[in-house]
């Protein structure tokens, strides 16, 4: 079994400023990672994955994340955020085996403000 | 490729009453996941599909729950009777097997409320 903690619920930024949105992981087995992005009354929709190789993985609008191993994590960062990038953000965590159930994050919720 | 299709997306009903969600996955996508999400509780898988069978249903919280799969493009979610309690925002979500790209594909939601 796995499970994912993100480690801020709410996290306030000014407009260009860079950001980080943590989230570790926990699991017996080798997993596959994912970041979800949620604008508001809208589904879920994939930002980016870890699924093998590089462990810096660049996902859509800018985003990019790094998996390190030893320290269980997958941050989610970006450079310079933008009005639009407001948002929930969601971190996910996948067996690689042949039952690949998501298990979520409890999600940050990201405001750009002006 | 529409993605996955949910149908309603707002259903406004009275306790009591029986509501039924649907959810149309992504033609060839075989396993398919029904999830809840509220402010309390965040998003809670309800129950899982592979290949039309119910795998996991460890999530459906009451006996007041059921989902179906009766074909591969094609499930419902059903409450009944429905309670207040059951207000929230259901997602169906579908991902392949034979073609695993990472992650599931999720539905626009349908926003339940229960008066």
């Known amino acids: 079994a796995q499970s994912v903690t993100q480690l801020d619920s709410q996290v306030p930024v000014f407009e260009e400023a860079p950001v980080e949105l943590r989230c570790n992981y926990s699991?017996?087995?080798?997993?596959?990672l994912f970041w979800y992005v949620q604008y508001p009354n809208q589904g879920l929709q994939l930002l980016l994955k870890?699924?093998?190789?590089?462990?810096l993985v660049k996902g859509i609008n800018g985003f990019e994340a790094e998996f390190n191993k030893s320290q269980t994590s997958f941050h989610l960062r970006k450079p310079s955020v933008h009005i639009s990038d407001t948002a929930e953000y969601f971190c996910?965590?996948?067996?690689?085996?042949?039952?690949?159930?998501?298990?979520f994050g409890s999600g940050t919720q990201l405001t750009v403000l002006p | 490729d529409a993605g996955v299709i949910q149908s309603p997306r707002h259903e406004v009903t009275e306790m009591g009453q029986e509501v039924t969600l649907r959810c149309k996955p992504i033609?060839?996508?075989?396993?398919l996941f029904w999830y809840r999400q509220t402010m309390m509780r965040g998003l809670e898988l309800l129950i899982y599909?592979?290949?039309?069978?119910?795998?996991?249903d460890s999530g459906m919280p009451e006996d007041r729950f059921s989902a179906k799969m009766p074909n591969a493009s094609f499930s419902t979610l059903k409450i009944q009777p429905s309670e207040p309690r059951d207000s929230a925002v259901y997602f169906c979500?579908?991902?392949?097997?034979?073609?695993?790209?990472?992650?599931?594909?999720f539905g626009s939601g349908t926003r339940l409320t229960v008066v």
């Open positions: 996910a965590v996948s067996g690689r085996g042949s039952a690949r159930q998501l298990t």
């Open positions: 870890y699924l093998s190789g590089s462990t």
């Open positions: 033609s060839g996508h075989n396993s």
């Open positions: 599909f592979n290949n039309n069978v119910p795998i996991d």
């Open positions: 699991s017996s087995v080798s997993v596959y």
């Open positions: 979500a579908s991902s392949s097997d034979r073609y695993y790209v990472g992650g599931y594909t």
